[in-house]
């Protein structure tokens, strides 16, 4: 029977000091069936002998576990390893999902797995060091960290490893200790070598520990240093960690590892210390923490494990989940990441906490293919096919429907909003048939406007359309008029951009070509398509506009023996995501990756435009229909003409002068002269229900009938005015013509008369 050492050290070192003699080493537990064979009886069970019995269980488990090895290493720390790892794995899969739950759940699971790795990682490498024909360890071999981490890391096997274990508890510069090591280890290599439970438990307690006090370390640094990451910030940052977390939680380590793994004294705690804190500490120091400069600004999951203790020395900042290395995401601003990445790194926090809304338009003409780009962008059917007719018209889309979908990437979430529009020239007058589209667009941006002025703003829900992808028919003939004159509607409201569908169409020659006049017909109509901030050491997306696209979800094999989506046809594959077929992969980049935020915030400019206009349009109408005559002299003397918005051909609002109407102030005059109050009351006296009744007349088609109306109209006066001036006229002859009559007759009768008089005197 192998002779074992007390759990209780404390009791060795006792006896050894009060003797001056080598410490007593006692059977450290009484074997219960031995005692029962013995028939020794039970002595009296105090805490201590409940304590002793656990602990001598515990060793029997080790000792058994660790019986049976591999290169020198218990299975047992392989079985250990093994689990840890796979937890660590699916830790690492899961952990953004964990992260954003609870950041507290999420450290405590992390340093739970990763202080089991660090100790049976230490425990494994300790068995196979000690493993070997027993070295003694010559004069005060100081325990090092900085020697712990050069064992680690130096290939030279003769190099001594100490560990942070039990048993070399005594080593720590301890001369008088150094027989009983050398007694112990080669009394019994495999003691040392056994798999430590109670060590292995107890470290992960102090992980478990520690995820509590990270957590609130972490925040509170992130709460002092939210400012962009310059060179001071973050060095701040690193020597407050470094200056007041490590030298405490090193403390704390030490003192927890030696009263709890050791089960040693407060005296021995102050050995350790003395001997050890500062070359620790210094050690520390040296390594610099990466983590408090990769993650100067969020809430370090890992926390500084370097401080506590040698474990901790054993991460790496590869570890890091990429969404931590903000400061990286800073400088590689490469196309292929999501375009969040993309922002400065303050506007990138904010997004991340608050996640973004992404609303994106396909329209064009009707059978272009709006719908099944929409399904070939999330390689899924987005737009299920409702028939299974082969009739392509039975699936057309009727009306607006915007599809809602949440993208989730690197802990951020993007709610993306995809509208799919019915197709153009489908009607007998096409010549307005983008209006429904850009009526969509600017009930979105008013919604904004109306939600603006409630009280209650927290669901607020922003419809405004980012982008608006404008499919082109692929013809020999370049662009229609009626692409010309959507284009241009749509160009003044939204940032747009023009894709040419269905690349599979043309040969690369001819579809360079159909580019190019369609490039022209846009700069001719100065058609302006979105404007870009342009990423540096990125080619730009402009010049490649429009961008050619071929849809479909649809797998095929390629010459390359690939899987791939394309279109198959007798003559070859037509590939979705084949650079050298169309722009497909070029486009989702763009939309999905580093232009996304330029779109968003661009968008804000043409909102803001059509606020103002949309807001002066309510002035000019609450003005004429409640500003009294003698406001109007008082505010502009009665020297203006009236002023109303009308909405011009592009689509956009002008300010005209209304004929005939009362002189009112002009709109900018009475902006600029009254207080805001005033405006605001004005705009008050018209209510959003009449306003929106009146917004009918922006739409052209009516304004077009209404004018054919009017011109009818007037044609059918003017016609019956000439019929009454004809009828007037030829009355006029007629009564000329009765006077003339009268006048005859009338002539005729004087000279009868005369006639009679004459024949008088005959008579007489
Ligand atoms: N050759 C070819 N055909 C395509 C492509 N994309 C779509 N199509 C076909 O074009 C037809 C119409 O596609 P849709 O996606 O329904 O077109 P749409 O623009 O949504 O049509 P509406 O809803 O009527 O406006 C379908 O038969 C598609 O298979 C493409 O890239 N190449
Ligand atoms: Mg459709």
Redesign the pocket.
């Known amino acids: 029977m192998s002779v074992r050492l007390t759990g209780d050290d404390s009791l060795i070192r006792q006896t050894s000091l009060n003797t001056g003699s080598s410490p007593e080493i006692r059977p450290s537990f009484r074997n219960t069936d031995i005692d029962h064979e013995l028939g020794i009886s039970d002595p009296v069970i105090d805490d201590h002998t409940i304590k002793h019995r656990f602990d001598d269980r515990l060793r029997k488990i080790e000792h058994i576990c660790s019986r049976y090895r591999f290169h020198k290493v218990p299975i047992v720390n392989y079985l250990i390893l093994s689990v840890l790892a796979v937890l660590l794995l699916k830790l690492s899969v899961r952990y953004h999902k964990l992260y954003t739950k609870s950041s507290l759940i999420a450290t405590i699971a992390t340093n739970v797995v990763l202080y089991g790795i660090a100790d049976t990682m230490a425990q494994s490498i300790a068995a196979m060091q000690k493993s070997r024909p027993f070295r003694e360890v010559r004069s005060s071999s100081v325990y090092d960290i900085s020697q712990y981490i050069r064992s680690l890391s130096n290939s030279n096997p003769e190099d001594t490893f100490v560990d942070y274990g039990e048993s070399n508890r005594n080593n720590l510069g301890d001369t008088d200790s150094i027989d009983q090591i050398s007694f112990d280890a080669s009394s019994d290599v495999d003691l040392a070598t056994e798999f430590k439970f109670r060590r292995f438990v107890c470290f992960i307690f102090w992980g478990f520990i520690m995820a509590f006090v990270q957590v609130m370390w972490y925040s509170f640094l992130n709460s002092m240093y939210t400012d962009m990451p310059s060179v001071v910030s973050v060095l701040e940052r690193v020597l407050t960690d470094q200056l007041c977390f490590s030298p405490i939680s090193l403390i704390c380590f030490f003192t927890y590892g030696t009263i709890v793994i050791e089960q040693g004294t407060q005296e021995d705690v102050k050995a350790k210390l003395y001997k050890i804190y500062i070359s620790t500490l210094a050690c520390n120091f040296c390594q610099i923490d990466m983590y408090a400069i990769e993650n100067p600004t969020t809430n370090d999951p890992y926390g500084d494990m370097s401080a506590t203790g040698s474990t901790g020395t054993l991460m790496k900042v590869e570890e890091y989940p990429v969404h931590y290395n903000l400061s990286s995401a800073t400088v590689n601003l490469l196309p292929g990441e999501i375009g969040l990445a993309c922002l400065p790194i303050l506007k990138r926090l904010h997004a991340l906490k608050e996640g973004a809304n992404f609303n994106m338009m396909v329209v ?10 929409i399904n070939t962008l999330f390689d899924t059917l987005v737009i299920e096919k409702k028939t299974t007719s082969p009739k ?2 039975l ?3 009727t009306e607006i429907i915007p599809y809602k979908m949440e993208l989730i990437e690197d802990n951020f979430h993007l709610r993306l909003t995809v509208i ?4 153009f020239g489908d009607y007998i007058d096409n010549r307005y048939c983008w209006y429904p589209i850009v009526r969509y667009i600017d009930e979105q941006y008013r919604r904004v406007v109306y939600q603006e002025n409630q009280p209650d703003r927290t669901n607020l829900v922003n419809g405004a359309i980012h982008v608006c992808l404008y ?1 082109i028919v692929p013809s020999a003939t370049g662009l229609s008029q009626i692409d010309i004159e959507s284009m241009k509607n749509l160009s003044a409201r939204i940032n747009l951009v023009p894709v040419i ?5 043309f040969t690369v020659e001819e579809l360079n070509a159909f580019r190019q006049r369609v490039q022209n017909t846009l700069k001719e109509h100065e058609i302006s398509i979105c404007e870009l901030i342009e990423n540096p050491g990125c080619a730009s997306f402009t010049d490649d506009m429009p961008f050619s ?4 979800i649809e797998r095929f094999e390629n010459s390359e023996k690939k899987f791939v989506r394309g ?1 198959s046809y007798k003559w070859g594959l ?1 590939e979705v995501e084949n650079p050298a077929h169309c722009d497909f992969v070029r486009l989702r980049e763009f939309l999905m990756g580093t232009s996304m935020a330029d779109l968003i915030s661009s968008t804000e400019n043409y909102y803001e435009n059509y606020r103002r206009d949309f807001m002066k349009y309510r002035l000019g109408k609450a003005l004429e229909s409640s500003v009294s005559d003698d406001e109007i002299v008082a505010i502009g003397n009665g020297q203006h003409e009236n002023e109303v918005m009308v909405p011009e051909s592009k689509g956009s609002w002008k300010s005209t002068t209304k004929k005939g109407a009362q002189p009112h102030p002009s709109i900018n005059e009475l902006i600029d002269t009254k207080s805001s109050t005033y405006v605001l009351n004005l705009l008050n006296t018209l209510n959003l229900k009449e306003t929106e009744k009146e917004l009918v007349e922006l739409n052209p088609a009516y304004l077009e009938s209404e004018k054919t109306m009017k011109k009818k109209f007037t044609e059918i006066v003017q016609s019956q005015n000439q019929k009454f001036k004809d009828w007037k006229r030829a009355l006029f002859e007629r009564q000329d013509k009765f006077n003339k009559d009268i006048e005859q007759i009338h002539k005729r009768l004087l000279s009868l008369q005369d006639q009679i008089k004459s024949l008088d005197p005959i008579r007489a």
Request: net charge neutral; glycine share 12%.
């Open positions: 064009g003409e009707s059978g272009v293919g709006k719908s099944s780009f392509p018209n699936d057309k889309t799919d529009t019915p197709g499919f569908s269905k690349a599979d169409a696209v071929i849809n479909s279109r037509a």
